[in-house]
């Protein structure tokens, strides 16, 4: 809620007039991977249904494919898929700055001395490459399984350096990197392990006096939904350490589940993964439900769906929001109704009081009032109102 006092151009409160308030931006971080827009082709349809729900965008920094050649980054291609966002309004958030799973291979041969200058100079050089553009940054994704991951023939490099190093020691290497490059990012901890080893890592990384800004939480539900009682409980567990609690990976399907045997999501490849009718319609009221425990909890400042579009989606499933055809699914419809619709203000004629005041109820973020032909921004910016 806020107050608005609506003055003429002399700073006298204007009364009994008819003013018009509407809601320019959400507080809140809808994010998508923008993942589809990062080649010079970028589809207008698709870009069009991206914008209409969705503010902040993850762009792919995973290193082997950054850099597959030492010293022959791939920044240009990234640095205009950021600007593209930006310059339409969206957040554009980095991920990730370090991660085993898609090191580069050229890495797997040097020294840890070696490995660990080649880490610190890449964060170095992406962080302050981009910034003013990128404003948030996974600064390290999975530690948890890091020195222990195993499914190569060899240990690659960043697995090599976790592990002699440690976690704690290579999370602080990861941010206080960063940090140094571009001290106004919000840097992430990111994990997938939603057991007590993540707890101890982030009990570990605190009480080390490591500065991290929001604690990432990724609820890939190929084998179905959480539900409510779950996802509060995990939410709960992560708030106790008074951070902001981001769910940077979030998926629901529209076809048949993973069967529950698979413990790596990685191990199921089955030749075909459609989406059906049945499907759609499950993940619509999951969408929905998701989303709305998520908002009501004190501690989430942001959720990125993971994939707009079935075409490309990760590990060939039906769990994006849009069809391989460019058509949107039912769940796209309900986000999209709930982002811009139960939970947006449009464009609202009110009435001033005597003393030039109106009451604006919306939830956190930027508004503009119009009056008289003048329009002036306000913000939103206290405690959440009721959901």
């Known amino acids: 809620m806020a107050v608005v006092i609506v003055c003429d151009a002399a700073g006298r409160p204007l009364a009994d007039r008819d003013v018009v308030v509407e809601q320019r931006a959400h507080?809140?971080?809808?994010?998508?991977?923008?993942?589809?827009?990062?080649?010079?082709?970028?589809?207008?349809?698709?870009?069009?249904?991206w914008f209409?729900?969705?503010?902040?965008?993850?762009?792919?920094?995973?290193?082997?494919?950054?850099?597959?050649?030492?010293?022959?980054?791939?920044?240009?291609?990234?640095?205009?898929?950021?600007?593209?966002?930006?310059?339409?309004?969206?957040?554009?958030?980095g991920h990730p700055l370090v991660w085993h799973t898609l090191a580069p291979a050229w890495l797997g041969d040097l020294p840890v001395g070696e490995v660990e200058a080649a880490v610190r100079d890449r964060i170095k050089r992406e962080v302050s490459g981009f910034a003013g553009v990128v404003d948030s940054w996974d600064a390290?994704?999975?530690?948890?399984?890091?020195?222990?991951?195993?499914?190569?023939?060899?240990p690659n490099g960043i697995t090599r350096l976790a592990r002699e190093r440690g976690r704690i020691a290579t999370v602080r290497?990861?941010?206080?990197e960063a940090r140094a490059a571009d001290p106004?990012?919000?840097?992430?901890?990111?994990?997938?392990?939603?057991?007590?080893?993540?707890?101890?890592?982030?009990?570990?990384?605190?009480?080390?006096?490591?500065?991290?800004?929001?604690?990432?939480?990724?609820?890939?539900?190929?084998?179905?939904?959480?539900?409510?009682?779950?996802?509060?409980?995990?939410?709960?567990?992560?708030?106790?350490?008074?951070?902001?609690?981001?769910?940077?990976?979030?998926?629901?399907?529209?076809?048949?589940?993973?069967?529950?045997e698979f413990d790596d999501l990685n191990d199921f490849q089955p030749p075909s993964w459609p989406s059906t009718p049945e499907g759609e319609a499950r993940?619509?009221?999951?969408?929905?439900?998701?989303?709305?425990?998520?908002?009501?909890?004190?501690?989430?400042?942001?959720?990125?769906?993971w994939g707009l579009t079935d075409e490309g989606a990760w590990l060939g499933a039906p769990a994006g929001l849009v069809r391989a055809d460019g058509t949107p699914k039912p769940a796209y419809e309900t986000?999209?109704?709930?982002?811009?619709?139960?939970?947006?203000?449009?464009?609202?004629t009110v009435r001033t009081d005597q003393a030039g005041r109106v009451v604006v109820h919306g939830f956190l973020g930027d508004y503009e009032v119009r009056c008289e032909g003048r329009t002036t921004p306000f913000a939103i910016t206290g405690a959440a109102p009721a959901r």
């Open 27 to 49: 507080a809140f971080g809808f994010g998508n991977i923008g993942f589809d827009f990062v080649g010079d082709d970028r589809p207008a349809r698709l870009a069009e249904l």
């Open 52 to 93: 209409d729900v969705f503010n902040t965008a993850t762009l792919p920094f995973y290193w082997s494919d950054f850099e597959p050649e030492r010293g022959s980054p791939h920044t240009d291609r990234l640095r205009r898929a950021a600007q593209w966002f930006a310059g339409r309004g969206a957040r554009v958030k």
């Open 140 to 154: 390290i994704n999975e530690v948890v399984i890091m020195p222990v991951f195993a499914n190569e023939p060899r």
């Open 173 to 176: 290497l990861a941010f206080e």
């Open 184 to 260: 106004s990012a919000t840097l992430l901890l990111n994990d997938f392990d939603m057991s007590t080893a993540y707890e101890c890592l982030i009990e570990g990384v605190l009480e080390a006096g490591i500065r991290v800004d929001a604690l990432g939480l990724q609820s890939h539900m190929h084998q179905g939904y959480w539900g409510e009682e779950r996802t509060r409980a995990v939410l709960d567990r992560f708030a106790r350490y008074g951070l902001p609690l981001h769910m940077t990976e979030t998926t629901l399907v529209s076809g048949d589940l993973m069967p529950p």
């Open 283 to 305: 993940q619509a009221e999951e969408i929905e439900r998701h989303y709305r425990t998520l908002l009501a909890h004190p501690s989430v400042q942001a959720v990125t769906y």
């Open 335 to 348: 986000l999209r109704g709930l982002v811009k619709g139960e939970w947006w203000l449009p464009p609202t």
